[in-house]
């Protein structure tokens, strides 16, 4: 069974940063792409950034041009650079791992909370 264990998160004030990461328990294989997705309370869950197995990022649009997503093959790892937060970014953050064949796996999910 694959975990995918998310840190990162926490309490920032408006225009901070935060690095977001999710390290995979073992290898996956057949990945098609790894990425974050955020739900706010009473909202639907979002796409924040996906990355390809190719390295193709993919991004929201309300988080264009602030947030950066990388991955590390080698250590099985996707990582959310996150600046210039604004309180909208306020949400619980869940890493994703979507795959050609096989189930889809979620990790479970880190707080990141933007004061104004």
């Known amino acids: 069974q694959v975990q995918l264990v998310e840190s990162g998160g926490g309490l920032v004030q408006a225009g901070g940063s935060l690095r977001l990461s999710c390290a995979a328990s073992r290898i996956i294989f057949s990945i098609n792409s790894m990425g974050w997705y955020r739900q706010a309370p009473g909202k639907q869950r979002e796409l924040v950034a996906t990355?390809?197995?190719?390295?193709?990022?993919n991004y929201g649009d309300s988080v264009q041009g602030r947030f950066t997503i990388s991955r590390d093959n080698a250590k099985n790892t996707v990582y959310l650079q996150m600046n210039s937060l604004r309180p909208e970014d306020t949400a619980v953050y869940y890493c994703?791992?979507?795959?050609?064949?096989?189930?889809?796996?979620w990790g479970q999910g880190t707080q990141v909370t933007v004061s104004s």
């Open positions: 994703k791992v979507s795959r050609l064949l096989g189930s889809d796996y």
């Open positions: 990355i390809s197995d190719g390295g193709r990022t």
